[in-house]
């Protein structure tokens, strides 16, 4: 099945830096999705992305779907952003892969 | 509040009980899943309905067993389960064929097998 890796795995920031989350996948996609797993265990929509740049507030997204790649963009970070990451890929019939997820602390 | 509502929110229940978590969506989507969240693992996906009908079983063991009555109700039950099988379980809803906004999740049932 795809391969989806996530890189890095932990993160940890000062308030107010910037960081950059890392989404590979093994194969051709239908579509790709970016969620933020808040510390109750909800998982929210950040971006529904198959290519191109979407932004939202302080974060934006960016999928090369000819490389196999997104990233996803943290601006002036806050410790609300902290939580884990998850990059999903859809493939055949509008089935989604996820990737083990980045951890995201941040720091006052 | 996403669409999806899931209850209940925490389930602690003894290797013999039987219990049913149930999830619904007011989205007026075709398509369900439930999906397991273990520590440290990808989420994985256990079973799929499209227009109330089962389309995909991911090798889920039969100690848990779904029944979709309609495309808003989704329910989980389970029975003699193992300590292994504690883990967060999410619901998740979609326009059949994917649509403009994908996937949507509920909050989940963080469950806790003793």
């Known amino acids: 099945g795809i391969q989806v890796e996530q890189s890095p795995p932990d993160l940890i920031l000062q308030e107010g830096a910037n960081s950059t989350l890392r989404c590979n996948f093994s194969?051709?996609?239908?579509?790709l999705q970016w969620f933020h797993q808040n510390p109750w265990g909800q998982l929210i929509n950040l971006f529904y992305?198959?290519?191109g740049t979407k932004q939202n507030g302080r974060l934006s997204a960016t999928t090369v779907a000819t490389e196999r790649y997104s990233l996803l963009y943290i601006s002036s970070s806050q410790t609300t952003d902290s939580g884990v990451y998850f990059c999903?890929?859809?493939?055949?019939?509008?089935?989604?892969?996820f990737g083990k997820g980045n951890q995201v602390v941040v720091i006052p | 509040e996403t669409g999806v509502t899931q209850t209940p929110r925490h389930l602690v229940m003894g290797m013999t009980n039987k219990k049913s978590l149930k999830c619904e969506q007011h989205l007026g989507h075709n398509a369900m899943y439930w999906y397991k969240q273990s520590a440290k693992k990808p989420l994985e996906l256990m079973f799929v309905?499209?227009?109330?009908?089962?389309?995909e079983n991911n090798s889920v063991p039969s100690r848990f067993s779904p029944e979709c009555p309609n495309s808003s109700h989704l329910f989980l039950h389970l029975h003699t389960l193992q300590p292994e099988d504690s883990a967060l379980y999410l619901c998740a809803s979609s326009p059949s064929g994917g649509g403009d906004y994908g996937y949507t999740f509920g909050s989940g049932t963080r469950l806790t097998v003793v």
């Open positions: 999903a890929v859809y493939y055949g019939n509008n089935r989604l892969a």
């Open positions: 309905y499209n227009f109330k009908e089962q389309t």
């Open positions: 992305i198959p290519s």
């Open positions: 194969d051709s996609v239908n579509n």
